[in-house]
């Protein structure tokens, strides 16, 4: 695709659910209440965390976006409905939307109040567009194919970060995916032996801190988680602590998504973080190092015996 930025939107535009129809509707009058997305919505806030905030999205569809008279860059095939709607409570000052895909795609957000912005290659064959001074309000988004018939599988990133986009996506944790530094396992309640032990070095250069996931979410951490643990549920309790040869931190993402953290615990320097009638599912799971640039070496404990806990 040509490289291109921001499309200067029309008073009324041709909604893509009306692109055979000579009556113009707005783009934003496709969905009430943003329910209707072929991938879902969000609800965010300023300062929504974790920052970008993600959603899996397949590009294309059967609209001619270059027809619709749009502006330069609107470009490509998608779908009558937008791809993914997100409504922001409040102004926020900085809020960019970008896509990853396995292919070339464009990208067509329509904002409050009609404000229509497309791109097509700023990142290679990826799209970005920003929105200073973002209006509260509802924002649809439209991941097209430059070519008919293509359907591309992309990841769609919502951030108010100013940096670089490779600064990030280097700088978070990755939940959810199937790599660990010290392997996986998968437990079931009533486990045996309790406790579960596995050897787990600290440390890493993503900032937790910068995350902003909670107080106690602090440290230096590598991207990918350390150690996974699928579980089945079915007892009252299931704790992870970690015994280790200098201060660390333990950050847990847990099945429905929230995040848990823990500096120091019981009067020691080393972390624990218990769940009460835990879910069933995947449990990423990331020690920290306290300090930049330190790596210790120590052991991460399963257990769901409230005995269990950190001794040195």
């Known amino acids: 695709m040509a490289s291109s930025r921001a499309c200067a939107p029309p008073v009324a535009l041709l909604g893509l659910a009306a692109a055979l129809l000579v009556a113009p509707i707005a783009l934003s009058a496709q969905l009430a209440g943003g329910t209707g997305a072929n991938f879902g919505f969000a609800t965010l806030s300023p300062g929504f965390m974790p920052d970008p905030h993600v959603a899996t999205i397949v590009s294309g569809g059967s609209v001619d976006v270059g027809s619709l008279g749009l502006g330069e860059g609107c470009v490509g095939y998608a779908t009558s409905r937008p791809d993914y709607t997100v409504d922001l409570t409040s102004p926020s000052e900085h ?14 957000v329509a904002g409050p109040g009609n404000r229509i912005q497309c791109d ?3 990142r ?13 309000g509802r924002y649809d988004v439209w991941v097209s194919s430059y070519s008919r018939d293509e359907n591309l599988s992309s990841t769609l990133y919502v951030t108010e970060l100013t940096g670089e986009v490779s600064d990030v996506d280097s700088e978070r944790l990755l939940p959810g995916g199937s790599a660990s530094n010290f392997g996986r396992t998968a437990l079931s309640a009533g486990f045996r032996p309790d406790p579960y032990d596995v050897r787990v070095t600290s440390g890493g250069a993503v900032s937790v801190a910068r995350m902003g996931l909670g107080a106690s979410c602090v440290g230096f951490a590598t991207q990918t988680p350390d150690y996974i643990v699928d579980y089945s549920a079915g007892a009252d309790m299931l704790r992870f602590f970690v015994e280790g040869e200098g201060d660390t931190a333990l950050i847990v993402n847990a099945p429905d998504g929230s995040w848990h953290c823990d500096d120091d615990s019981f009067g020691t320097v080393d972390p624990t973080v218990s769940f009460d009638t835990p879910d069933s599912g995947q449990y ?6 306290y300090a930049s640039g330190a790596n210790i070496p120590g052991r991460l404990v399963i257990t769901e015996l409230s005995s269990q806990r950190p001794q040195y």
């Open 95 to 108: 809020l960019r939307f970008y896509v990853e895909g396995e292919g070339d795609t464009g990208l067509v």
């Open 120 to 122: 097509d290659d700023t």
């Open 124 to 136: 290679g064959l990826d799209p970005m567009v920003t929105f200073e001074t973002a209006a509260a």
């Open 284 to 289: 990423d799971i990331w020690i920290a190092s």
